[in-house]
């Protein structure tokens, strides 16, 4: 054997053990997320009481990622997947208890993990009136009652189906108590029909239209009956596709 051939061989070995050194260091497959985006609290809001806190990583599926909060760097919170509206991470918190800080500001940062690895954060600040201040005003946007309820009501034409186990409808309960006149106008939001939808983020769409999205009375044909003022009305459930193959295509 030439002096050629050993040193293409020693080389060789060099190489090989160099990567197999690389192999043991580097993730056999490398998740590339997006930016985290804030839906709620926004930065700089002032809140009291329950708050809805939702963040999702945008262009992710939040199946593929868990999500947690956590306030001035302190534990970590998990959130919950949420598909009301558009697929989200959401926690419900109570921040009565939160005056370590007075009024603040206090930091949200929401922080996603895959594979017990951080792939993104977003911090916000908030403040929160204290006992002794004079509350903000809630930066609740009130909606006129929905039409779809409207008619419901005053004519009895069929409507589209609202869902009844909504976020809004679950903050409108926490709030019954403490903020009355708060929890009337998001009564008006649950009132409000909105679509299920459906894209690339289910990884089982047909499983998910049949048990989380479609009521029961709804799994053997396209409408319901519901009472209203003691009339029997036909609504409608509305379920949309975004998993169409080429949608954004024109």
Known sequence: MNQKNILGMFLLLVLCVVLFGLSGIMPAHAFAAGVT???????????QGVQPFKAMVEGTSIEQYDMYWQVDGGQLNGMSNNYQDYPHKEAIVDLSGWHWRGSGPYT???VAKHGGSTISQQSVRITIPQANQPAAQPQTVVLSAPATERTLSQTGVSGLYIQPNSSAAAQASAWRQSRPSDAIAMDLLAKTPTANWFGNWNSNVYQDV???AVPPQLLHGYSLLRYTQGKKLKVLLVLAAYSSPYREVS
Do not use: G, L, M, Q
């Open 108 to 110: 949200i940062t929401f």
């Open 210 to 212: 049949h048990i989380r």
């Open 37 to 47: 985006n804030v839906w709620w609290p926004k930065d700089a809001v002032s809140v």
